[in-house]
T-cell receptor
């Protein structure tokens, strides 16, 4: 099994629908992140969490919310999806020591029509 | 603010050619620098890192040297293979809370 698992891997939805992307990890890491990848823009941070009780906004949090249900689970929600949220979403984890090396999931491709 | 500027692609090379992908950064203090690689259909994975000036990160034949005087962290490989075809991201960690990624450079190696 992968260290960081994202579900669903692909999702097509309509404008205005609520969408949840889920992430679970077996690394035992405290830190978890959600990134968004768009062509030509690289990766941008949406939210991050350093432990179950800690949630922080990233660079582009508007239109998104997150929930850290347990150390191993971190979900991203789009309350009312819009077409410009069409992107590839990555969950990642890291340890709190040393350089901040991230372990990424395989990604969730979301298309909003 | 903190940022990374990465060589735009795409880059197409023949097998066994020399590779350089340029990366420069802007940051205060002493950031850590990284190269991540994304193979088709996969998430990013760490390729190499350097945590202080003059450090050289290396892995799988790739190298990059942390040059503080030129604020650069260029990725090099002496002889690329078809299996190196991927998207390469330079990243900067100015502190403990976030990584700033470059826009990515797509490399295609043809036989």
């Amino acid at each position: 099994d992968a260290d960081v698992t994202q579900t669903p891997r692909n999702r097509i939805t309509k404008t205005g629908k609520r969408i949840m992307l889920e992430c679970s990890q077996t690394k035992g890491h405290d830190r978890m992140y959600w990134y968004r990848q768009d062509p030509g823009l690289g990766l941008r941070l949406i939210y991050y969490s350093f432990d179950v009780k800690d949630i922080n906004k990233g660079e582009i949090s508007d239109g998104y919310s997150v929930s850290r249900q347990a150390q191993a689970k971190f979900s991203l929600s789009l309350e009312s999806a819009i077409p410009n949220q069409t992107a590839l979403y990555f969950c990642a984890t890291s340890e709190p020591t040393g350089a901040n090396v991230l372990t990424f999931g395989a990604g969730s491709r979301l298309t909003v029509l | 603010g903190d940022s990374v500027t990465q060589m735009e692609g795409p880059v197409t090379l023949s097998e066994e050619a020399f590779l350089t992908i340029n990366c420069t950064y802007t940051a205060t203090g002493y950031p850590s620098l990284f190269w991540y690689v994304q193979y088709p259909g996969e998430g990013l994975q760490l390729l190499l890192k350097a945590t202080k000036a003059d450090d050289k990160g290396s892995n799988k034949g790739f190298e990059a040297t942390y040059r503080k005087e030129t604020t650069s962290f260029h990725l090099e490989k002496g002889s690329v293979q078809v299996s190196d075809s991927a998207v390469y991201f330079c990243a900067l960690e100015p502190g403990a809370n976030n990584l700033f990624f470059g826009t990515g450079t797509r490399l295609t190696v043809i036989p």
